[in-house]
C-alpha cells in the first residue's frame, strides 16, 4: 500500500513540473521579442531635415547605408530651406559625420553637387592657444602692467579662431541661390490668369514639400522681386506683424500684368457650347 502511494505521490509531482516547465517555456517564449533600436537616435524625426527615410529630423535609423556619390564641380550659392538641417563631414548620414547643425535662410558657398548632396565651405571654430594669449593670462607684475591690462589682453588673444573646412548638406534641405534675382524699384500688381497657380515657400518649382498656398484665376498679388522665372510675391503678415513673402511663376500662361476679363472659364464655356 505504502509503494503504491508513493509511486502515486512520484508521479503527481511529475506532472506538476513537466507543467511548470511548458508554463515557464511558453513564458520565456512570448516575451523574448527583439527590440530594434528603441529610443531612436538618427536623422529621421522632426526638425534636422536629413531625409534618410522620408522624414526630417531625429529619431529612427542609426545611420543609412552608404551610397556611392559622383559630384559634379560647379561653384555657386545655395540657402537652406529647413528649419534645422545638419552640416555634415561626409556625403552619408550617420551618427559620426553630422558637425553641426544650421538654420533656415542660412547661405553657404557650394563647390560641388551630386544626385542627393551640395558639397560646401564651412567655417568652423578652431580652438588656439598662443605664446602671447600665454604670457598675458599669467599673472602680470606690477612694472609691466595692470590686472586689468592683462585680463583684456588675454581676452583678445584668447577670440575664437576659424577655419574654413569642406562639409556637405543633403539636397532635400537646401536650394540653389538664384544670383540673377533683383528686387522690384516698384511693388508690381499681377493678375493669376491660370485656372490655378501655387505659391511656394522658395523657388523649386520640381519641389513637392514647398507648396504655401493656391491662387485662383483672378486673383491680385503684389510682387516685390523677379528672378530667372519666378516671382516673390508678399502675402499676409503672420501672427506677430511680421511679412510673409512666397514664389510663383513668372510664366505669362499662368500671371500677367493686365488685369483679365470679368468672364470666368466656365462662362466661357457654356458661351462656345451655346454657339
Same mark, same amino acid.
Given at each position: 500500500m505504502k509503494k503504491l502511494l508513493i509511486i502515486a505521490l512520484a508521479l503527481m509531482l511529475a506532472l506538476s513540473l513537466v507543467a511548470c516547465g511548458d508554463k515557464n517555456g511558453n513564458e520565456n517564449e512570448s516575451n523574448n521579442e527583439i527590440i530594434l533600436n528603441p529610443n531612436g537616435t538618427g536623422d529621421n524625426g522632426a526638425g534636422t531635415g536629413d531625409p534618410s527615410t522620408g522624414n526630417n529630423g531625429n529619431g529612427g535609423n542609426t545611420?543609412?547605408?552608404?551610397?556611392?556619390?559622383?559630384?559634379t564641380d560647379l561653384e555657386q550659392t545655395i540657402f537652406i530651406v529647413?528649419?534645422?538641417?545638419?552640416?555634415?563631414?561626409?556625403?552619408r548620414i550617420a551618427?559620426?559625420?553630422?558637425?553641426d547643425y544650421t538654420t533656415k535662410d542660412t547661405e553657404f558657398k557650394s563647390v560641388a553637387y551630386s544626385a542627393n548632396w551640395f558639397k560646401i565651405e564651412y567655417e568652423v571654430e578652431v580652438e588656439e592657444t598662443t605664446e602671447a594669449a600665454t604670457d598675458a593670462a599669467a599673472p602680470a607684475s606690477e612694472e609691466a602692467?595692470?590686472?586689468?591690462?592683462? @585680463? $583684456?589682453e588675454a581676452e583678445t588673444e584668447a577670440a575664437p579662431k576659424t577655419e574654413t573646412v569642406v562639409a556637405y548638406v543633403h539636397k532635400s534641405v537646401a536650394c540653389v541661390k538664384d544670383l540673377t534675382a533683383a528686387d522690384l524699384e516698384e511693388p508690381l500688381t499681377l493678375y493669376v490668369i491660370a485656372g490655378a497657380l501655387y505659391v511656394r515657400s522658395y523657388y523649386d518649382f520640381a519641389a513637392q514639400d514647398n507648396m504655401m498656398c493656391t491662387l485662383q484665376q483672378g486673383d491680385e498679388v503684389t510682387a516685390v522681386a523677379k528672378g530667372n522665372g519666378w516671382y516673390k510675391i508678399q502675402l499676409s503678415d503672420d501672427a506677430q506683424g511680421n511679412p510673409v513673402f512666397g514664389y510663383i511663376s513668372s510664366n505669362e500662361?499662368?500671371?500677367? @500684368? $493686365?488685369k483679365p476679363?470679368?468672364?470666368?472659364?466656365?462662362?466661357?464655356?457654356?458661351t462656345e457650347a451655346a454657339q
Open positions: 545611420n543609412t547605408p552608404p551610397v556611392e556619390e559622383v559630384f529647413a528649419d534645422v538641417a545638419s552640416v555634415r563631414s561626409e556625403a551618427d559620426e559625420t553630422l558637425i602692467t595692470t590686472e586689468a591690462d592683462a @585680463t $583684456t500662361k499662368y500671371v500677367s @500684368t $493686365t476679363e470679368e468672364t470666368t472659364v466656365a462662362e466661357e464655356q457654356t
